[in-house]
């Protein structure tokens, strides 16, 4: 069973895993009610979608 002959560097290790890091998501602003959003998803607070309604959201 093939076994390392040498120990791997911090250097090539951390290069390795250097695109390993979390990102934020980008937000904007829902045209109707200014919530914050991910783009291109509908509004989980008032449901619209690119201006429309797309969603009824039930109140309780």
């Given at each position: 069973?093939?076994?390392p ?24 602003e829902?045209?109707?009610c ?27």
């Amino acid at each position: 069973m093939p076994v390392p002959k040498r120990r791997t560097g911090k250097t090539r290790r951390n290069t390795r895993r250097s695109h390993h890091a979390l990102v934020k998501p980008n937000l904007s602003e829902c045209p109707s009610c200014g919530e914050r959003i991910q783009p291109h998803r509908v509004c989980p607070k008032c449901g619209h979608y690119k201006e429309r309604l797309s969603v009824k959201i039930g109140t309780e």
